[in-house]
């Protein structure tokens, strides 16, 4: 029987949540849904035993949980061998089959994709005799592609609890669902129409080192306009953002009549001031995306979905802004928030995303494909996510 | 550096014969005191270097200048007046300075530190002792891109090496959250672990 009753968890004066009652079935599959903030991984956590035995915190309430493993948001960080035969260990081997894992086990955990990586770890815990195991986020940092193989590898397993944690739910059809705060009705935004009045970026350049190649990238961006680029993990979106910044080297032409503004994949790369306030260029960003609130806090010890928000409203104006996964760890709230303050923004903007929803705020779509850019309809970009 | 995954000419030598090099021209660095055959030894070193496919000479050297140029400045500085011949003495500590650094640019540049950990796995060298070696070298290559992520994302945020505080400070406190956030991580994932085992026999 994995519960809790009343469970308060607090760091110091910091509390995360109040009162939060679990009530799990054994071998049920389970989501727990909550928005960024809500102390999805910190109730994880102790259910996994790690706070407060590892982790010190404030804890009051019941709590009820022997031998509930943890999956992590991280695939790279719960790596402890060198080849994934050796992390799997002998019964490990064994289960690879079955989860159509076998071909990996001679491979290097450096070889792996990040969704390779996430499914090694399920067989990895599969491989021990716990009767629970819990996901927290497993495919948030996965492109559509590895997160349904992910999901598939996931509904395979039998004979356990499973608890999927998650801002959303998107991947927990057919699991009872508890929501650690009642989800907000979010009102989209309709796209607003961008007419090109000017041309303020113009790329015709090919992205070549150590084996790995994007060739082709030629587009122009207009005033105001927003570019949404696609692409599987590793396929190179992150490099050509680089590129287009200057600070990856490319061979071939690029103009900008506009400086560039770049908001990276990781938030914690960004900041280095003690508030949030003087991380901003423009504060009235902050506005507009609803984290005034944030402002006189200190950066480094904000959520990663509140890094993410600050991240994406350090942009300067009048630049064209470059994001990279602008909507990774946020919940639909603050989706809903980002996708308002990308479609009212009057600056041309490119968006490298596996989010498909904020493709609907895009003028055009570009698709990194068999190691080239090329403009692709939403009929194909639809296709890309239901791949 | 070690090598992670790469091929070197000498990348099928077993371990332990590269352990056993390594310690013999240490043996033989520190107790070889005529200036000709340390010399020697030298240049056979750095063959082998070149041999094995290394090229990075210059940072090499440009690594070691500024520490022999102290160590040597100190020699004149505390030594002059014992009688030693300062020359001998001094050629004879560069030559051997330089074949430590030698070989154990040889050593790493040769060996894959998954094999080096497998080998002392094997050797039933207790975890406390192998495990943080590995951690260090596993995460050592993530740092290392978090650093130049870091630095290219300042670099376009317009902060560069002439504002050389501000350019410090905006590279190594994010990099600093990221390791401690790493290694937060990694704690909690290698207890998940040891608990999982335990739990389950």
Same mark, same amino acid.
């Given at each position: 029987m994995i519960g809790t009753k009343d469970l308060a968890v607090s760091f110091g004066r910091n509390k995360i949540f109040q009162s939060i009652g679990l009530d799990?079935?054994?071998?049920?599959?389970?989501?727990?849904?909550?928005?960024?903030g809500s102390g999805k991984t910190t109730l994880a956590l102790v259910l996994a035993g790690v706070i407060p035995e590892f982790t010190p915190a404030d804890v009051k309430g019941e709590v009820q949980s022997a031998g509930c493993s943890l999956i992590m948001q991280n695939p790279s960080s719960q790596f402890f061998a060198m080849s994934v035969k050796e992390e799997l260990g002998e019964k490990g081997v064994k289960l690879a089959k079955q989860f159509s894992a076998s071909h990996l086990l001679e491979r290097n955990v450096f070889e792996l994709s990040e969704g390779e990586k996430q499914k090694i770890n399920l067989i990895a815990n599969l491989s021990f005799k716990n009767s629970c195991l819990m996901v927290d986020e497993p495919v948030e940092l996965l492109d559509?592609?590895?997160?349904?193989?992910?999901?598939?590898?996931?509904?395979k397993v039998k004979d356990r609890t499973l608890i999927w944690f998650d801002k959303n739910e998107d991947f927990v059809a057919g699991m009872k669902k508890t929501y650690l705060a009642k989800p907000k009705k979010q009102t989209l935004p309709a796209k607003k129409n961008n007419v090109c009045k000017e041309t303020v970026l113009s790329a015709d350049f090919s992205l070549?080192?150590?084996?790995?190649?994007? #060739?082709?990238?030629?587009?122009?961006?207009?005033?105001?306009?927003?570019?949404?680029?696609?692409?599987?993990?590793?396929?190179?979106?992150?490099?050509?953002?680089?590129?287009?910044?200057?600070?990856? #080297?490319?061979?071939? #032409?690029?103009?900008?009549? #506009?400086?560039?503004?770049?908001?990276?994949?990781?938030p914690s790369h960004l900041f280095f001031q003690e508030t949030a306030e003087a991380e901003l260029v423009d504060v009235g960003n902050a506005r507009k995306l609803g984290i005034e609130l944030l402002l006189q806090k200190n950066p480094a010890l904000l959520s990663k979905g509140q890094q993410k928000m600050l991240s994406?409203?350090?942009?300067?104006?009048?630049?064209?802004?470059?994001? @990279?996964?602008?909507?990774?760890?946020? @919940?639909?709230?603050?989706?809903?928030?980002?996708?308002?303050?990308?479609n009212n923004s009057e600056q041309a903007m490119i968006l490298a995303t596996h989010d498909r929803k904020l493709l609907d705020y895009c003028d055009r779509i570009l698709i990194i494909k068999d190691k080239g850019v090329t403009e692709c309809s939403s009929t194909v970009a639809n296709r890309f996510f239901q791949a | 550096m070690f090598q992670y995954s790469s091929k070197s000419l000498f990348s099928g030598v077993r371990e332990e014969f590269k352990i056993l090099f390594l310690l013999l021209v240490f043996v033989a660095a520190f107790s070889i005191t005529n200036l000709a055959v340390q010399a020697v030894l030298f240049v056979l070193l750095f063959a082998l270097l070149f041999v094995a496919g290394y090229r990075d000479?210059?940072?090499?050297f440009a690594g070691l200048i500024p520490f022999?140029?102290?160590?040597?400045?100190?020699?004149?500085?505390?030594?002059?007046? /014992?009688?030693?011949?300062?020359?001998?003495?001094?050629?004879?500590?560069?030559?051997?300075?330089?074949?430590?650094?030698?070989? /154990?640019?040889?050593?790493t540049f040769s060996t894959d530190i998954f094999a080096l950990v497998r080998m002392m796995k094997k050797a039933h060298i207790p975890e406390l002792v192998y495990l943080p070696i590995y951690i260090l070298f596993r995460f050592l290559p993530e740092i290392e891109k978090d650093l130049v992520e870091i630095s290219s994302i300042q670099r376009i945020k317009g902060i560069t090496k002439?504002?050389?505080?501000?350019?410090?400070?905006?590279?190594?406190?994010?990099?600093?959250?990221?390791?401690?956030?790493?290694?937060?991580?990694?704690a909690i994932a290698y207890y998940l672990r040891k608990k999982r085992e335990t739990e389950s026999g």
């Open positions: 799990i079935e054994p071998n049920g599959k389970y989501a727990v849904i909550g928005p960024n559509p592609v590895e997160a349904k193989r992910f999901c598939s590898a996931f509904s070549e080192r150590n084996g790995f190649s994007v #060739k082709e990238i030629s587009f122009e961006v207009c005033a105001g306009e927003k570019i949404g680029l696609i692409g599987l993990n590793g396929s190179g979106k992150t490099c050509v953002l680089k590129a287009l910044a200057g600070i990856e #080297k490319q061979s071939g #032409k690029l103009q900008a009549n #506009k400086n560039i503004s770049y908001a990276p994949q990781n994406v409203a350090t942009i300067a104006p009048n630049t064209v802004a470059l994001l @990279d996964e602008p909507t990774t760890w946020l @919940d639909s709230a603050n989706k809903a928030s980002v996708y308002n303050f990308i | 000479f210059l940072k090499l022999l140029l102290l160590a040597n400045a100190s020699f004149v500085l505390f030594l002059a007046d /014992t009688g030693i011949d300062l020359v001998h003495f001094t050629l004879v500590a560069n030559f051997r300075v330089l074949s430590l650094f030698a070989a /154990t640019a040889f050593f002439r504002q050389p505080i501000l350019y410090i400070e905006s590279i190594f406190l994010p990099l600093l959250f990221t390791v401690l956030q790493k290694s937060d991580d990694l």
